[in-house]
Structure formats: C-alpha cells, structure tokens
C-alpha cells in the first residue's frame, strides 16, 4: 500500500480518503479488513481536529491506525477519556463499538498521514453528535514493542530485538488476550523467512526498508507505507537499517 497507488480518493473536510480495493484477512477479524489512508494536511506545528467531539467518528468493527503524525489525540465521546499517541508509537487500536474525536499535530512537512486497517466498513463522515453514539466506552490501545502508558492504558509489550543472529529470535510475543495481535517494534534486519500468518509492515523512520521479495527483488518500501505479505510466503532478507 504505497503512497501513490491507491484505487480511489474521497474528499472531507479535514482531510484526503484514499481508498484500495484490495482487502486483507488478518488480526483474527470476523471481516476482511478495508485499507484506508487519512491524508492531513495543515501548517507545521499546528492541531487539525479531523474528528471533534461534537462530530465524532464511530466504529462498528475495530480498527487499527498506523500512524506518522507527531501526535494523534484520540478522546472518547462516550466517557470523556483522553488518549496521546506519540509520533515513535505509531500503532493504535481501537475496540469496536468506539466513538471518538481525533485531533492531528502536523509535522514539519505540513502533511500527515493515518492508515486505517478496519474490520468491515467504516462510516467516515462520522456522527452528527455525540448523543448518537451507541457503543459502550472504548477501549484504546497504544504502541507496540515497548512498555506504553498513556492515560490509564498499558501496555506490557516488551520485545528486545537484535536480529543480526536468527536464532536471536526464539518465540514470538505473548499476549493475555486475542483482540490485539502480536506487534513487535522497532525491528532489525533479518535472513529470508516466512510468516505463519499473514504479516503487516509499517515503515516509519529512515531510508526504506528492502524486503527481497522474488515478484519485486529491488522494491523499497518508503516512509510512511504500509507492507502486507501473506501467510507461507517466503521472502527476505529484510535489509533495514533501524
């Protein structure tokens, strides 16, 4: 999912729907999940509210979002309960039933981007008021590969990688609970390999990353993309430099 080959654009006014045709079956989701992009644009250094309170966005699936903004509010119209996701977490999870208000600070290149990875489709002009939100309080879940607190929710995900040695990695990292799948981060290079299950990649910092896969030997995957690879699917080695 690159940053230029999406099938179809929808205009808001706060921001760029770009939409894939392509769907993905993953993250033990009873719907394929719909990939979206969230383009916001604004001047450097200032909030653009995408969704505010008064006209939140509400989710019947979850969803993911992967992130590039220097920082993603994410309030809940139902309890009131604030969330920051910082510009290294990158990763939120949303349960299904939310109804949120986002707000976006726009980094220095005055462009800031959301892939949205939903369970089923998503109703993007979101709710004309709060009073019409019908799920109970939402349950937001923040970063990935680390110990993250934000506002009351933690998450004790921590995963040290060092994967110039392969047999560095010994198991994959072990969740209380199904609703968020294994999420290691940052990662390091690593010899040709396979997933179990299917595979997403986001690309945050850096030049790229390189993932040798044999329909592609040479393609880079740049910042701000977003990589999936199927189940079985033999490729590698991943050269990335951070």
């Avoid at 040709?192 to 592609?216: C, M, P, S, W």
């Amino acid at each position: 999912f690159r940053l230029n080959n999406y099938d179809s654009t929808e205009s808001y006014s706060t921001f760029e729907l770009r939409k894939w045709n392509t769907t993905l079956n993953l993250f033990d989701s009873p719907e394929d999940l719909i990939v979206s992009r969230l383009d916001i644009s604004g001047d450097a250094g200032s909030t653009v509210e995408i969704f505010p309170s008064s006209n939140p966005l509400s989710l019947e699936g979850a969803m993911y979002f992967f992130s590039n903004t220097t920082a993603l509010g994410i309030t809940d119209a139902v309890s009131g309960t604030s969330n920051t996701a910082e510009y290294e977490d990158a990763i939120v999870w949303m349960s299904s039933g939310s109804c949120l208000g986002l707000s976006v600070a726009i980094p220095d290149s005055g462009m800031a981007s959301l892939y949205a990875l939903s369970s089923g489709a998503v109703a993007w002009d979101g709710v004309d008021s709060p009073d019409k939100c019908t799920g109970d309080e939402a349950t937001v879940l923040i970063g990935a590969g680390s110990v993250n607190e934000h506002a009351g929710t933690l998450r004790d995900n921590a995963k040290v990688y060092n994967l110039t040695n392969p047999e560095n990695c010994e198991s994959a990292a072990d969740h209380d609970d199904t609703s968020y799948s294994n999420m290691d981060a940052p990662i390091g290079p690593l010899d040709a390999h396979y997933h179990t299950r299917g595979a997403i990649y986001y690309v945050l910092y850096g030049q790229g990353g390189k993932f040798n896969d044999e329909a592609a030997p040479n393609d880079i995957a740049m910042p701000g993309e977003l990589r999936f690879v199927n189940t079985g699917v033999y490729y590698g080695p991943e050269e990335l430099t951070r």
